[in-house]
Structure formats: C-alpha cells, structure tokens
C-alpha cells in the first residue's frame, strides 16, 4: 500500500490548488513538516513582500491541525512500542484537539516591529504583576498559551536585541521567563519566522545574533515571487473570482458570469511581470470586480500600478541608512550656512555609507570637529550658540561611538 504524501493530500489541495511546480513544492515542504511535527519546532518563511508568506504560515497551522483530527479519530492500534512512543509524543506535539471545530484555529500571528519595549516583550512572554510601569495584574503570553500548536514572527528581521535574547533562548531550550518571574515555563509551539530582508548581512553587520539566526534555519521555506510562477495566475484569477461571485453577487443578486476576457488573461499570464506578487494581483481582481466589466483587466491593473511603491528587497544596511540619511542631511542642511562646506561634510559621510552605522557616525564626529575649528558658525546654527551645548552634543556622539 502507498504510503500517504503531498500528492494525495486532499486538504493540502483545497488550501493551495494548482498544478504548477511551485505550488506543488509548497504542499510538500508543508507536508513534510506537518508529518515531522515533533522534529520541526522553527520554520524560516523566505520571500519578496506580497509573495504570501502569512497565507503560507496559516496553511501550515491548518493543515497540522487537519492531520490531528484525522490522526485521532482514526483509531488504528498501534503493533509496536516504538510506534505506541511515537503515537503518544505526536499527541503531545499536536495537542489542537479538533480545534479547527472548536474556538478557531491556534494561530497566533505577530508583527515584530510593533513589539517594542517591555510591553512589547509581555505580548510574547507574558509578565507577573508589577514586571514593569502599568502591569497592574499578570499576563499569560503568546507562548504561555498552551492551546496555540504554531506562533508566526512576521518580519524577523526588525526584532529588538532582547526580543532577539529571549528568542534564542526558547529556540534553544523550547523555555523562557515571563517578565519579572523566576519561574521557566515551557512552550511546545512551532515557531514560524518571516523576512523579506538578507538576514546573513543583519548578522554580518553585528544586528541580528548568529546564534538566533542560526536556529532559525531549522527548516527554510523560500517562497518564489509571483513572475516566476506563471502557470498558476490564471488559476488564481479564476479562484479569486468565483469567491467574489459567491460572497458579493449572490448577496446583491448580480450577473455571475463575469470573467476576464481571454487576450486581457493572456496579457496577465505571459507579459505582466507582477512586482506586488500575489498581494498585488488579489487586489487588482477585486478593484476590478468592483468596476462590472465597465473597464478591462488589463486597464484596471496599469492603473493600479501608480501606486505601487519600489518593489527591490532591501538590505538589512539599507533600512539603516535610510533613517542615517535623514537624520544627518536635516542637521546638516539647517547648519548649511556655506554650499561647499555642506557639500564636503556630505562627500566624508557618504565616503563610508556601505560599511557600518558605526563609522558613519564617526565621519559625522571629525566632520563637525573640523567645521566647529573653520566657521564655529556652522556648529551654533545646528548645535545652539553656546559653547557648553556644542560641547554636550560632542560629549554625548563620543560616548556613543569612542573611537577605537
């Protein structure tokens, strides 16, 4: 008898349809992991923005918990103790009893960037009582939750240093500490992380800890944009269509034989090369849907993408330098008594913009040095006009980054 895989799965095929290679290896890569439940306990989501790595999270969640209603309600006995310990350890892993029935999905999707400061930290790992200013009573956290099986860490990449210790903590051990408690608690979630930025130059640039990084890469899942999937759009345009005709014209009693023309299809399949990714193509099908065939396809999408920001995957450098480029040209700029002097200041500052923050600043450091020795005009336009405020501000950049 042929042993179950991702070809048979029929869950698997209502979540993710098609028939193109990479939806294919996505139903494997899912399955493989979902079958190896107490062995993948992290799993690293790879790909460009609006490629839908947040659908691919919860597609995993769904379908681990598909697996365990199935698995339990199919009361096969086990021949041999090895299979009675491994039986007994996937309950343990699994633990959503017919969860999908019952309050949901154990799914809990976080947005990194937005867990700042202990506030921040509480969501994931919960605090005790006084932890910290305003925790008036304990909270239990996302990982001190024992129904949720999977927690997402959308955009990885923008986590804090101690969200990334306690991180590299539960990654290593599977236990952490709530906030202001002694007490190691124990999570058997599974761990999705999601990035879209180079994490390997966040390490090399000393912003993200090897370590972490490292355990991440217990299972990778890179996600391939939507150009380099081209023999599923048509399939996603027609799924994506069907659902608005069942959820909005059958509740106003519309046409329902709406389709997009064959030459706008073709147009959308072979020539568009789609830099939004799936996010973009879903929303360009339902702006056009809201037009009923008054415009094309094809019109409504090259309107759409106006308003499309750079779709270039930036460097974890990148990021940084935008904020650098900003803070240093707007003091600059206000202390723009002389065109030259500015000009030169840029020229040192940008002479090290591809190596680290750390040098920048210290290029910024000797720039205001030597403008404060030529025209000390320029240091009271930018610094205030008293000497014990300039010298607070080069006391405090220092201190910051002492030269080494």
């Known amino acids: 008898m042929k042993a179950p895989d991702a070809t048979s799965d029929e869950f698997l095929d209502s979540i993710l349809p098609g028939n193109g290679s990479a939806i294919r290896q996505l139903r494997e890569h899912i399955f493989r992991v979902n079958t190896r439940a107490s062995e993948v306990r ?11 790595k947040s659908h691919i999270a919860r597609a995993i969640c769904q379908h681990h918990c598909w697996l365990t209603k199935r698995f339990l309600k199919t009361g096969k006995k086990c021949t041999t103790q090895n299979e009675e310990e491994a039986r007994s350890k996937e309950q343990v892993a699994f633990r959503g009893i017919d969860i ?34 305003g925790a008036v009573r304990a909270k ?46 124990r999570s058997e979630a599974c761990i999705i992380f999601a990035t879209n930025l180079n994490l390997k130059e966040a390490v090399r640039e000393n912003e993200f800890q090897p370590d972490l990084y490292w355990r991440m890469l217990n ?33 106003i009693s519309g046409d329902s ?55 270039s995957t930036p460097s974890y450098w990148e990021f940084r330098r935008e904020a650098l480029i900003e803070r240093f040209e707007g003091r600059l700029k206000e202390a723009a008594l002389n065109v030259q002097k500015l000009k030169s200041i840029h020229e040192e500052i940008v002479a090290v913009w591809g190596t680290t923050e750390a040098q920048a600043e210290h290029a910024y450091l000797s720039a205001v040095e030597r403008c404060q020795r030529e025209d000390p005009q320029i240091i009271m336009k930018a610094f205030g006009s008293t000497a014990p405020s300039q010298r607070v501000h080069l006391a405090r950049l220092r201190k910051k980054h002492p030269v080494r």
């Open 140 to 185: 239990n956290g996302y990982f001190g939750q024992k129904q949720l099986t999977h927690i997402f860490l959308d955009e990885i990449g923008y986590a804090s240093k101690p969200l990334q210790q306690r991180l590299l903590q539960i990654c290593q051990s599977g236990t952490f500490h709530p906030l202001g408690s002694e007490h190691t608690l």
């Open 100 to 133: 999908l029935e019952q309050s949901g999905e154990p799914f809990a999707d976080v947005l990194v960037p937005a867990l700042e400061g202990d506030i921040g930290l509480s969501e994931l790992f919960g605090h005790e009582k006084g932890a910290f200013t």
């Open 219 to 251: 299972y990778v899942i890179s996600i391939p944009s939507l150009a380099s999937r081209r023999d599923e759009i048509q399939e996603m345009i027609k799924r994506k269509i069907e659902n608005l005709k069942e959820t909005v014209l059958k509740a």
């Open 42 to 52: 992290r799993i690293l989501l790879l790909g460009d923005p609006g490629v839908g």
């Open 257 to 311: 034989q709406m389709q997009v023309s064959a030459e706008d299809m073709k147009w959308a399949v072979e020539t568009y090369n789609w830099p939004g990714n799936v996010r973009q193509l879903l929303h360009c099908v339902d702006r056009w849907f809201l037009y009923r065939e008054a415009r094309s396809f094809r019109a409504v999408v090259e309107e759409f993408q106006q308003y499309l920001p750079p779709v």
